[in-house]
């Protein structure tokens, strides 16, 4: 833990990897605040040098919260998911790491329940999941729907996960048990949350649920596409072959 970490020390870090984020980060930002009033946290946002200005955002959004509860460690290009959290982790002071997506998918009014989640069960990872009561999709269409499903269904089949939804990257995670996991982690882009899940199973960590009902992102372009759909089987065959 770097030494300014050490020093600000909050209870929770939230780590919000960003590409050309711009339109979405200053809501993300508002709503975290506005359901975390009571808790000690700091937003940490991992910039891939996004060419559209999400870093003058956030510097913006700095003049507004302070520098303390804002950070923003920008790295020069586009370096991947795991590498990303990891870079977040490295400026984190808080005991426990909230990883969610930047495009408001991840709603910041469910950081309560993972919080509250945690605390009733000790929990070392709580996961929101779209696959269980209450949990849900807004946005898709009824084949991205499908190949969600599928993928999901496949993968419980085959890995035997102990989690219902494992391609979800809305997380609640003990910092000790994330540095772990990310350590164990050799996967990148769309299968990493899946593989994050089940080395978190295989070595015997306690995993909790939320529902969540995830929502199509409204501003930006989606990075999910067909070369998203092929990783994600090759690191499944990759999982069932070595986990």
């Not at 000790?122 to 949990?135: E, I, P, S």
């Not at 391609?167 to 990148?188: H, P």
């Amino acid at each position: 833990m770097e030494a300014a970490a050490a020093g600000r020390k909050r209870a929770y870090s939230i780590i919000v990897p960003t590409y050309n984020e711009r339109l979405n980060i200053a809501l993300i930002v508002y709503l975290i605040f506005k359901h975390l009033p009571d808790v000690n946290f700091e937003i940490i946002v991992v910039d891939d040098g996004s060419p559209d200005g999400t870093q003058d955002i956030v510097k913006q959004l700095q003049q507004v919260y302070g520098e303390d509860f804002v950070l923003l460690r920008a790295r020069p290009r586009k370096l991947g998911l795991g590498t990303a959290y990891l870079h977040g982790l490295k400026h984190a002071s808080g005991e426990f790491v909230v990883i969610m997506d930047a495009d408001l998918s991840h709603h910041p009014k469910y950081l309560p329940s993972f919080i509250r989640k945690q605390k009733e069960t000790g929990a070392d990872v709580v996961t929101g999941t779209r696959y269980v009561k209450n949990g849900g999709v807004h946005g898709w269409n009824l084949m991205r729907k499908l190949t969600s499903r599928g993928a999901n269904v496949l993968a419980q089949t085959l890995l035997q996960p102990g989690a219902s939804d494992l391609t979800g990257s809305f997380r609640l995670y003990k910092r000790d048990v994330l540095e772990d996991l990310i350590s164990s982690c050799v996967s990148k882009g769309y299968v990493f949350q899946m593989e994050m899940i089940v080395r978190a199973t295989r070595k015997g960590y306690h995993i909790e649920e939320v529902p969540i009902t995830f929502v199509d992102r409204v501003f930006g372009i989606s990075k999910l596409g067909g070369s998203e759909i092929v990783e994600y089987l090759k690191g499944l065959v990759y999982l069932l072959l070595t986990t």
